[in-house]
């Protein structure tokens, strides 16, 4: 019955059933006094409630690991505008993949026309050749 163990009002009368525990300082606080609705309160929350004065501790360090992250997602966006084109502006890498796309079904259109091309050739030519005997014998 400390109320040192207190983090909030010190008010142990009013409500004290109604607490949460710091799970870094071990201190209670009333759901009302962190305006914490009781209905969101679950064991897996209890498990990892920090009180605001532990939670303002927590963001220095969450920073610092915040900060590579942003810097990894911008290796990430780097690479994706160096698959499309590497003067584009990210807002153009969409447009890029969809040119990537676009030049693919356009070299195989190229090189589809150019196998149909030497096709006809060659189809040409041997009719060419077997139609000219047949001709000289009809
Ligand atoms: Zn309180
Ligand atoms: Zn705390």
């Known amino acids: 019955m400390s109320n040192a163990n207190w983090g909030c009002c010190f008010s142990e009368n009013d409500n004290c059933d109604e607490f949460i525990v710091c799970v870094k300082c071990e201190r209670k606080y009333h759901y009302a006094c962190m305006i914490i609705d009781r ?80 096709f006809n050739e060659n189809l040409v030519r041997f009719f060419a050749k077997e139609i000219k005997p047949m001709r000289d014998e009809f």
């Not at 780097?78 to 070299?107: F, H, L, T």
């Open 39 to 118: 209905k969101i309160i679950t064991s897996d929350l209890l498990a990892i409630w920090a009180c605001p004065e532990c939670v303002h501790l927590q963001p220095k360090t969450a920073n610092k690991d915040n900060t590579p992250v942003r810097n990894v997602s911008t290796v990430r966006g780097n690479k994706r505008i160096a698959i499309g084109s590497p003067q584009s502006d990210p807002e153009k890498v969409n447009i890029s993949m969809e040119d990537i796309r676009q030049v693919v079904e356009g070299v195989m259109d190229d090189k589809m026309n150019d196998l149909f091309k030497r």
